[in-house]
């Protein structure tokens, strides 16, 4: 291939394509370019880019934009994808409005492992939740030098640097490389790339799978409801993000005040219990999938009350009674219109000083002078 960029405008591009390769074991591609034009110009870029199977493109592997020169220079390439996978070496040439010569010539597949670039072993693809650090460990055939320079290089464009590197055996070394604060965006394919004074080697494509912890769709359902605890189904079929689902937790506090716990579940009716009478509580569900980070947020709230607790018969004598919420009854009320129960908590203070609280019914008729309350009152038509 070989493009005069003279009376181009900057920005055209031709591509070279070799035929798909389909390699058994590690091997060598050589070729040569040319950039050429007059001293301190710059004609154009060349890039060369790897397509394992029938992916995009992605990002060049190699490149060069001068200056121009009057000599042809060598490249080796150490791919490291093999049968059943095939690959295409794309070669580009893309002016840059200068005048001058871009080439690629003499591509040359040689059955032998590249004299000056190292290749790579097989990458696995890696799997992580949203949030975390996916690490890469690229396993390097080649003795480690001061002039290789490594990174990972993302299909759809991220890269990340080398993290540390660290002997294998005295023939291989192994690079590690993270991609940080995951996201559904980042998933895709990433290899490993090592550049040489003479060369590069490009690894195989390994696939990033970013999986979303999940969250319940719906609150939990109340089913039960007493003075100390609180039956609940958990709701939680329906979920955004991903499964499987091998952990539920219910997380409730109190709507007004600072109480909060955490409890493990294992089926999907669940007691919360040891709670406090007549207390509103918001109740909600998070589910795990596996892997660190694996637990969503908390899905949406149910809010409930606990009932008041009843007066221990027999037991009247024991306690004083102090009402708690007040309301002053206007004279204006009919009582022989209908019969009125007030239902109210009171607190009763036991003689060793503790405090609960409980209900109480009366008939208002009766009672009028001894409780005023402000809660739960309800008439029936006589």
């Given at each position: ?286 589910l795990t999938r596996p892997l660190e980070g694996g637990t969503g947020a908390p899905g949406p709230p149910l809010r409930a009350r606990t009932k008041c607790a009843e007066m221990p ?64 009152i309800s008439c029936l038509n006589s």
């Amino acid at each position: 291939m070989m493009v005069n960029t003279s009376g181009r405008f900057a920005g055209q591009k031709t591509l070279l394509l070799t035929p798909q390769l389909k390699e058994n074991d590690t091997h060598c591609i050589i070729f040569h370019y040319y950039i050429g034009g007059r001293d301190n110009t710059h004609p154009g870029h060349l890039n060369v880019y790897i397509k394992e199977n029938n992916s995009p493109m992605g990002m060049p592997v190699w490149n060069v934009s001068g200056p121009a020169s009057r000599s042809w220079g060598q490249v080796e390439l150490a791919i490291s994808t093999y049968w059943p996978n095939f690959y295409q070496i794309v070669f580009e040439a893309i002016t840059s409005g200068q005048r001058g010569l871009l080439a690629i010539k003499d591509v040359v597949v040689q059955g032998h492992q590249c004299m000056n670039t190292p290749h790579f072993l097989t990458i696995k693809g890696v799997e992580v939740n949203a949030g975390q650090t996916a690490s890469f460990h690229c396993t390097v055939n080649g003795r480690k030098k001061d002039n290789f320079r490594l990174w990972l290089q993302g299909i759809g464009g991220r890269e990340a640097p080398m993290k540390a590197t660290k002997p294998w055996n005295n023939r291989r070394f192994i690079g590690t490389f993270d991609v940080e604060n995951t996201t559904k965006g980042d998933s895709g394919r990433y290899r490993c790339i090592v550049h040489s004074d003479k060369g590069v080697g490009v690894s195989n494509y390994g696939e990033l799978t970013i999986k979303q912890p999940p969250v319940p769709i719906a609150p939990p359902q109340l089913t039960a409801v007493g003075a100390t605890y609180l039956w609940i189904q958990l709701n939680a079929n329906s979920i955004n993000g991903d499964g499987p689902i091998i952990d539920r937790q219910v997380e409730y506090r109190t709507v007004s005040g600072t109480m909060y716990d955490l409890q493990p579940v294992d089926k999907t009716m669940h007691k919360i219990g040891h709670l406090d009478p007549d207390t509103e509580y918001e109740i909600s569900v998070l589910l795990t999938r596996p892997l660190e980070g694996g637990t969503g947020a908390p899905g949406p709230p149910l809010r409930a009350r606990t009932k008041c607790a009843e007066m221990p018969t027999g037991e009247q004598r024991s306690y004083k009674a102090k009402v708690v919420q007040l309301l002053t009854i206007q004279g204006s009320v009919q009582f022989s219109m209908c019969t009125c129960l007030v239902m109210c908590c009171v607190s009763l203070t036991q003689i060793s000083g503790e405090h609960t609280h409980y209900r109480c019914s009366h008939d208002i008729s009766t009672t009028f002078n001894l409780f005023k309350c402000e809660i739960n009152i309800s008439c029936l038509n006589s």
